[in-house]
């Protein structure tokens, strides 16, 4: 009886190759860091970095500090995204869907032609974008309605220097000081611009492209803009997201916890624990919703929209 081979694409291969990516990674970053470490000790970068601290200054006018809505908008962005994610990942790899959701063809809107069977994670992941896009359409409205968009939308050239000399002094672990009730750094102003302003957008397009409500007959926008573009960049952004998010996070946690968690949650400028605890709070609602996200709680809901079958 003859030892069956491993497949290229088998469990244990990937395990092997994650054995080795992960020591790489480490050997990559300490190297990244020693080489940081040797460039802020020239001169000329040394001068750069004095000339350019890290961040932009804000125009006559902009805002100080976070609204309440602002505190909300993000706590529901991340709600929103983690699901999306989770049901986005669903979807790419789900190969038995645990059920199928037909619309309705009657009530506000009718089509003539028969409502598309789509799989029930499908479904819910459609329905998480939906949501989700209305309430950035809200956080958009109320960003330049309030001027908060001057904290995330560069209005000077000098941003990129600033950027790249906050980005040698995070390389180099002399990180810099910042504080982001007033200013973000040049380097998070623009991943907040992106992510915002670039990465949400393509999300939505590439999705819409993808999903039933395009439009199929459209010969010249199908040309111009083919499916297998959306496909390619779809993942993509959603890659984006999740490092966004890691680096985000621990960000957060290491550049002074209970002050950046009282700015995003406690809508003060403070390093008491009542930030913390909404905190704390907010990832107890996620982590529900992570368990609650299954086939036995979706049936209903989806239910009460269209058809579900098994």
Do not use: C
Not at 161 to 174: G, I, R, T, V, W
Not at 190 to 211: C, E, K, N, Q, W
Not at 255 to 271: A, E, K
Request: without cysteine; proline residues 6%; charged residues 10%.
């Amino acid at each position: 009886m003859s030892t069956p081979t491993k497949k290229p694409g088998s469990a244990a291969g990937q395990r092997s190759k994650l054995v080795w990516a992960v020591p790489a990674v480490l050997a990559a970053l300490v190297v990244l860091v020693l080489l940081a470490k040797l460039l802020m000790g020239l001169g000329p970068v040394a001068s750069f970095v004095a000339e350019y601290p890290g961040h932009s200054e804000l125009p006559e006018g902009a805002p100080v500090g976070f609204p309440a809505w602002l505190a909300w908008q993000h706590f529901l962005n991340a709600f929103f995204l983690l699901l999306i994610i989770r049901s986005g990942w669903q979807v790419r790899t789900t190969t038995k869907p645990s059920g199928h959701w037909t619309r309705n063809n009657k009530g506000l809107i009718r089509t003539r032609n028969a409502p598309t069977k789509i799989t029930l994670e499908l479904w819910f992941h459609l329905t998480l974008d939906a949501l989700w896009i209305l309430n950035g359409l809200v956080f958009a409205v109320l960003l330049f309605a309030t001027g908060q968009w001057m904290r995330i939308v560069p209005t000077s050239w000098d941003v990129f220097p600033n950027a790249l000399s906050a980005a040698l002094q995070y390389a180099s672990l002399n990180w810099p000081t910042e504080n982001g009730w007033v200013n973000y750094n040049a380097l998070q102003l623009l991943a907040y611009f992106a992510t915002v302003f670039l990465a949400a957008p393509l999300a939505f397009i590439t999705g819409l492209r993808m999903s039933g409500a395009w439009p199929k007959k459209a010969v010249a926008l199908n040309r111009a803009f083919p499916i297998e573009w959306a496909r390619a960049v779809h993942f993509p952004v959603m890659v984006y997201f999740v490092a966004f998010i890691a680096v985000h996070v621990f960000l957060v946690l290491a550049t002074g916890f209970l002050r950046n968690l009282n700015h995003m949650y406690g809508v003060r400028d403070s390093t008491d624990w009542f930030g913390f605890w909404v905190f704390v709070a907010s990832v107890v609602v996620m982590a529900a919703a992570w368990f609650l996200a299954r086939p036995l709680f979706l049936r209903p809901i989806a239910s009460l929209m269209g058809k579900v079958s098994r």
